[in-house]
């Protein structure tokens, strides 16, 4: 079975500061990668979804990379802002035909 | 376009009783996916529906079941509610079965079993 996880659980740092958040998971046979957003009581807001065959993804200030082989993801974070605090999750798709979620990590960008 | 609503958003149930839950998917989409989301256990899957049949299924008792419509609309139903339950419900559509497409997420119901 697929294991997702996540380090570090919990991050705080100063707004302006660029930040990596890491995902790994233990059956490198995906199909992709997706990285969402949640905010506290709320749904999860798609960010960036990655493709097997991709090594990365971008959008605006986020960067999202990809190495399957050594079960790897890491989202990088640019010029992190207050409204960037969230918990953020990481969910593979692999060959049991379903999304497995990582635990998250709550991050908070102190003003 | 229209996001993935959920329906109702708060709940609160007794023990023993039955709730039925709703997600409309994002219009085109044919996949309903269900998670359970508790502070413990974090998110797991626990079905999905595609083009109204059950394409996988979580680990999760017979008490949760589901089911999907011609217009792709789908419930979810948990008989005999237990205090373990309580937990938020996220619906999630996709233009492909299996996790293939990107999902996009509901606001999720939030249900409270006392």
């Known amino acids: 079975k697929q294991e997702v996880t996540q380090i570090p659980a919990a991050l705080s740092v100063p707004e302006g500061e660029n930040l990596v958040l890491n995902c790994s998971f233990t059956?490198?046979?995906?199909?992709?990668l997706q990285w969402f957003r949640q905010d506290p009581g709320k749904g999860l807001t798609s960010l960036l979804l990655?493709?097997?065959?991709?090594r990365e993804q971008t959008s605006g200030r986020l960067n999202a990379s990809l190495d399957k082989s050594s079960g790897r993801s890491t989202l990088y974070i640019a010029a992190s802002q207050p409204g960037d605090s969230a918990t953020y999750l990481c969910a593979v798709q692999g060959t049991g035909n379903q999304f497995y979620f990582g635990t998250g990590t709550s991050l908070t960008v102190i003003p | 376009k229209a996001g993935v609503t959920q329906t109702p958003r708060y709940l609160i149930k007794t023990r023993g009783q039955q709730v039925t839950l709703s997600c409309s998917p994002i219009s085109g989409h044919r996949s309903v996916s269900w998670y359970q989301q508790t502070p413990g256990q974090g998110l797991q899957f626990l079905f999905e529906y595609f083009s109204e049949t059950q394409r996988n299924k979580g680990n999760f008792p017979g008490r949760f079941s589901g089911r999907q419509f011609s217009n792709s609309r789908s419930e979810m139903n948990v008989s005999t509610l237990e205090l373990g339950d309580s937990a938020l419900y996220l619906c999630a559509s996709s233009l492909l079965s299996g996790g293939m497409g990107e999902q996009y997420f509901g606001p999720g119901t939030r249900l409270t079993v006392t």
């Open positions: 059956d490198s046979a995906i199909y992709n």
């Open positions: 990655i493709q097997s065959s991709q």
